[in-house]
T-cell receptor
Framework: KAGVTQTPRYLIKTRGQQVTLSCSPI?????VSWYQQTPGQGLQFLFE???????NKGNFPGRFSGRQFSNSRSEMNVSTLELGDSALYLC????????????FGPGTRLTVT | AQSVAQPEDQVNVAEGNPLTVKCTYS??????LFWYVQYPNRGLQFLLK??????LVKGSYGFEAEFNKSQTSFHLKKPSALVSDSALYFC????????????FGSGTRLLVRP
């Protein structure tokens, strides 16, 4: 099976712009989660989607949003970018329940200048 | 609130020696526990998980972890370290019947010297 894919892998944006990141989960996985990884804050949960519905949300401002499509693919959007949004954004997919592990994509490295 | 602590920023071990990477957790109910490894410029790779049952869990690449409920710990171990095990290791917890999100520890860098 193909793993989790994320596009683009690298992105450079300027402050105030918006960005959309894409994630394709492992075939058959219906849950997609997003995480932000920074040297200072570590790995922080952004949100989780299951069957096109947001099931959990982390403590991030409303500038961070996401959605999931009927084929389980997911996108996250960050509007009005700030320098502090520079990070590695990781997408993870899993089967539906709590007992199942998440499988991570390679991430999108976002740099905001 | 759920939390995970990895008390060591870095662990150094010689190749061939046993290794331990420590993890303690805090949840109000029962936990599901996970270990992941991250190599440079890569995403996280799943190593092993504790859901229920035997406290000693075996995972990928010869790693194992021991769940200790009284000490709220889930330390990662390997009997004989390899240089290729050098990477960043993350412990994560999910509270049973509470949430689907994973709470990660701060990570421990493992350095195995030849």
């Amino acid at each position: 099976k193909a793993g989790v894919t994320q596009t683009p892998r690298y992105l450079i944006k300027t402050r105030g712009q918006q960005v959309t990141l894409s994630c394709s989960p492992i075939s058959g996985h219906r849950s997609v989660s997003w995480y932000q990884q920074t040297p200072g804050q570590g790995l922080q949960f952004l949100f989780e989607y299951f069957s096109e519905t947001q099931r959990n949300k982390g403590n991030f401002p409303g500038r961070f949003s996401g959605r999931q499509f009927s084929n389980s693919r997911s996108e996250m959007n960050v509007s009005t970018l700030e320098l502090g949004d520079s990070a590695l954004y990781l997408c993870a997919s899993s089967l539906a329940s709590q007992v199942h592990e998440q499988y991570f994509g390679p991430g999108t490295r976002l740099t905001v200048t | 609130a759920q939390s995970v602590a990895q008390p060591e920023d870095q662990v150094n071990v010689a190749e061939g020696n046993p290794l331990t990477v420590k993890c303690t957790y805090s949840v109000s109910g029962n936990p599901y526990l996970f270990w992941y490894v991250q190599y440079p410029n890569r995403g996280l790779q799943f190593l092993l998980k504790y859901i229920t049952g035997d406290n000693l869990v075996k995972g990928s690449y010869g790693f194992e972890a021991e769940f200790n409920k009284s000490q709220t710990s889930f330390h990662l171990k390997k009997p004989s370290a390899l240089v290729s095990d050098s990477a960043l290791y993350f412990c994560a917890v999910r509270e049973v019947d509470s949430s689907y999100k994973l709470i990660f520890g701060s990570g421990t860098r493992l350095l195995v010297r030849p």
